[in-house]
């Protein structure tokens, strides 16, 4: 048994710093001065809101604040039948806005993904060369869409990722979920770089309108509840190979909140992992395998150690196969996304993770969860 677990390990060990290499090696991407009369691309904010009318409107301010040219970017906020006051806040905001803002009230028909909907019917309507999706409860910086276009206009990527970190929370429950956020951030980027794509997040996710209709969108993936960010990257992907890339800018940092409590981060977590029996590519699903595969390691080593089948040294050196790397790479994502005092929450991290990691891919076997207070399955 101790060579199976030495083998994952080194395994882990020597894929976690090629992720660290990797990151190290992406410089990070500054938007250069732009000639007044250059051409920039035509952007569509798309932003899938259910009951968020106390979040949503400090984002239509944030884009309020944008260095981009007003003319040259539009705002779509897609509501899917608030119960609140969503839509009739967005209504109200629509000319105190320097730029184009957009209501789409959406119908309350039974979906398996209401997301997805929400984006479609955006998508068409919107006049944008560019389509950026993110969450009614983020908040962007000023320079945000001046980052995703001359990134693009430097890059000419089909599809392009953008980092997320989460707001300040002083919670051990928040920074722990920090920590993993950037793990999740950190390896869809270096993967990215790499060129075999895996992970993205749809709350700063950028993608060309003709690549969105050239992969025919959703088509093929609209069973599944999750999915409108790394399914629709995959697709993206097999038809333009080097065409996705990976924003490492601090302009581009797209904030959240974490989840306010354990069952809304279940369920949150258990919608991500519905999507992985839906990957047609292989790689995604070998890595969420090897994944599975590395962070169970330690739990059986424990066990191996605790009835006396496993040396105390062993031991120490399969831990520590696992935790120095992820130091190295999971500190310097964290220290990118300007999160330098959640570093002590590492190791606290590392201890959870394992367990994290094993619960979740057995839970996401089981179909159902809650979003948005809808049963989805």
Same mark, same amino acid.
């Given at each position: 048994?101790?060579?199976?677990?030495?083998?994952?390990?080194?395994?882990?060990?020597?894929?976690?710093? *090629?992720?660290?290499?990797?990151?190290?090696?992406?410089? %990070?991407?500054?938007?250069?001065?732009?000639?007044?009369? !250059?051409?920039?691309?035509?952007?569509?904010?798309?932003?899938?809101?259910?009951?968020?009318?106390?979040?949503?409107? &400090?984002? =239509?301010?944030?884009?309020?604040?944008?260095?981009?040219?007003?003319?040259?970017?539009?705002?779509?906020? $897609?509501?899917?039948?608030?119960?609140?006051?969503? /839509?009739?806040?967005?209504?109200?905001?629509? @000319?105190?806005?320097?730029?184009?803002?957009?209501? =789409?009230?959406?119908?309350?028909?039974?979906?398996?993904?209401?997301?997805?909907? #929400?984006?479609?019917?955006?998508?068409?309507? !919107?006049?944008?060369? &560019?389509?950026?999706?993110?969450?009614?409860?983020?908040?962007?910086?000023?320079?945000?869409?001046?980052?995703?276009?001359?990134?693009?206009?430097?890059?000419?990527?089909?599809?392009?990722? @953008?980092?997320?970190?989460?707001?300040?929370?002083?919670? $051990?429950?928040?920074? =722990?979920?920090?920590?993993?956020?950037?793990?999740?951030?950190?390896? @869809?980027?270096?993967?990215?770089?790499?060129?075999?794509?895996?992970?993205?997040?749809? !709350?700063?996710?950028?993608?060309?309108?003709? %690549?969105?209709? #050239?992969?025919?969108?959703?088509?093929?993936?609209?069973?599944? !509840?999750?999915?409108?960010?790394?399914?629709?990257?995959?697709?993206?992907?097999?038809?333009?190979?080097?065409?996705?890339?990976?924003?490492?800018?601090?302009?581009?940092?797209?904030?959240?909140?974490?989840?306010?409590?354990?069952?809304?981060? +279940?369920?949150?977590?258990?919608?991500?992992?519905?999507?992985?029996?839906?990957?047609?590519?292989?790689?995604?699903?070998?890595?969420?395998?090897?994944?599975? #595969?590395?962070?169970?390691? /330690?739990?059986?080593?424990? &066990?191996?150690?605790?009835?006396?089948?496993?040396?105390?040294?062993?031991?120490?050196?399969?831990? %520590?196969?696992?935790?120095?790397?992820?130091?190295?790479?999971?500190?310097?994502?964290?220290?990118?996304?300007?999160?330098?005092?959640?570093?002590?929450? *590492?190791?606290?991290?590392?201890?959870? +993770?394992?367990?994290?990691?094993?619960?979740?891919? /057995?839970?996401?076997?089981?179909?159902?969860?809650?979003?948005?207070?809808?049963?989805?399955?």
């Amino acid at each position: 048994m101790f060579y199976i677990l030495l083998f994952i390990s080194i395994s882990y060990a020597f894929f976690t710093l *090629i992720l660290a290499v990797t990151w190290w090696r992406m410089t %990070a991407f500054t938007a250069p001065a732009t000639s007044p009369n !250059a051409k920039s691309p035509r952007i569509s904010v798309i932003i899938p809101v259910r009951n968020e009318e106390h979040t949503l409107p &400090l984002l =239509l301010r944030d884009l309020q604040n944008q260095t981009y040219n007003t003319d040259g970017f539009e705002v779509i906020v $897609a509501d899917d039948s608030s119960t609140d006051n969503t /839509l009739k806040i967005t209504q109200s905001l629509v @000319g105190q806005m320097p730029y184009s803002l957009r209501p =789409l009230p959406l119908d309350n028909e039974p979906t398996t993904s209401p997301k997805k909907r #929400a984006i479609r019917q955006s998508i068409a309507m !919107a006049t944008g060369d &560019l389509i950026v999706t993110t969450d009614g409860d983020c908040r962007v910086g000023p320079k945000w869409l001046e980052a995703i276009a001359a990134f693009y206009q430097q890059t000419g990527a089909q599809l392009i990722s @953008g980092p997320i970190s989460f707001n300040t929370d002083h919670s $051990a429950f928040g920074n =722990l979920q920090t920590v993993e956020s950037s793990s999740l951030i950190g390896a @869809g980027a270096c993967t990215m770089a790499l060129g075999f794509p895996t992970m993205c997040n749809g !709350a700063n996710l950028t993608y060309e309108k003709r %690549a969105f209709e #050239a992969v025919d969108g959703f088509d093929g993936i609209d069973h599944v !509840a999750s999915g409108d960010d790394e399914l629709l990257m995959h697709k993206i992907a097999s038809r333009y190979p080097a065409g996705v890339k990976f924003l490492k800018s601090p302009d581009a940092i797209v904030h959240t909140a974490p989840q306010p409590t354990l069952e809304a981060f +279940y369920h949150q977590r258990k919608r991500w992992a519905s999507k992985w029996r839906a990957y047609q590519s292989v790689l995604p699903s070998i890595l969420a395998v090897f994944i599975f #595969a590395s962070n169970l390691a /330690l739990p059986v080593a424990l &066990l191996a150690y605790g009835f006396g089948n496993l040396s105390a040294s062993k031991l120490i050196g399969i831990v %520590a196969l696992k935790a120095v790397p992820e130091w190295l790479f999971l500190g310097s994502v964290l220290v990118f996304l300007e999160k330098k005092p959640v570093l002590f929450w *590492i190791p606290v991290t590392q201890l959870v +993770y394992p367990l994290y990691v094993v619960f979740f891919g /057995l839970a996401a076997q089981q179909k159902g969860f809650r979003w948005k207070d809808r049963t989805l399955r």
